[in-house]
T-cell receptor
Framework: GAGVSQSPSNKVTEKGKDVELRCDPISGHTALYWYRQRLGQGLEFLIYFQGNSAPDKSGLPSDRFSAERTGESVSTLTIQRTQQEDSAVYLC????????????FGPGTRLTVL | LAKTTQPISMDSYEGQEVNITCSHNNIATNDYITWYQQFPSQGPRFIIQGYKTKVTNEVASLFIPADRKSSTLSLPRVSLSDTAVYYCLVGLRNDYKLSFGAGTTVTVRA
């Protein structure tokens, strides 16, 4: 596609429920990243996928968070037993180069946990 | 990533040039300087990256003095649509764990 797409754009859930967020990277981009951005704050790295290599999960805040990626395409970020502090915008990015800090971001999924 | 300091906010008017300075006193030899732009309700967008002296593209210019302890992002002739938050990052070119602070909120008025 023309850019990184994410779905849903907005998600409201109740505390304790599981949510799944989807990211479609730019075609041909081998690297994919997930970030979290709380209201009025900066960006927090969550996880990085590069091809078939083991993902870098060092930014995941707890074991309630997990992510998967199928080959070099779609990725899903799953948050189990959501808490109110999980409320944030979850951003996905992809890049052509292996790693690197020129990344192309999607519009994000705004998650609200009631 | 090296620590950066930038102004919290800046106001400007259409047609003016906006210069945002970022301080990074502890920049390392192999570090690059990268700027991102973020519009409300959108993901960040890469603007420009540089190592030394001056880099220019269709969106902005980046000025880096010889000591590299600061850098200035220059936006020529801003329009209302340039209202956004601008983030300065310093780190290795293959640092993929982007970490933004609060950035500089630039507000352009008519």
């Amino acid at each position: 596609g023309a850019g990184v797409s994410q779905s849903p754009s907005n998600k409201v859930t109740e505390k304790g429920k599981d949510v799944e967020l989807r990211c479609d990277p730019i075609s041909g981009h081998t690297a994919l990243y997930w970030y979290r951005q709380r209201l009025g704050q900066g960006l927090e790295f969550l996880i990085y996928f590069q091809g078939n290599s083991a993902p870098d999960k060092s930014g995941l805040p707890s074991d309630r968070f997990s992510a998967e990626r199928t080959g070099e395409s779609v990725s899903t970020l799953t948050i189990q037993r959501t808490q109110q502090e999980d409320s944030a915008v979850y951003l996905c990015a992809s890049s052509l180069r292996t790693g690197g800090n020129e990344q192309f971001f999607g519009p994000g999924t705004r998650l609200t946990v009631l | 990533l090296a620590k950066t300091t930038q102004p919290i906010s800046m106001d400007s008017y259409e047609g003016q040039e906006v210069n945002i300075t970022c301080s990074h006193n502890n920049i390392a030899t192999n570090d690059y300087i990268t700027w991102y732009q973020q519009f409300p309700s959108q993901g960040p967008r890469f603007i420009i990256q540089g190592y030394k002296t001056k880099v220019t593209n269709e969106v902005a210019s980046l000025f880096i003095p010889a000591d590299r302890k600061s850098s200035t992002l220059s936006l020529p002739r801003v329009s209302l649509s340039d209202t956004a938050v601008y983030y300065c990052l310093v780190g290795l070119r293959n640092d993929y764990k982007l970490s933004f602070g609060a950035g500089t909120t630039v507000t352009v008025r008519a």
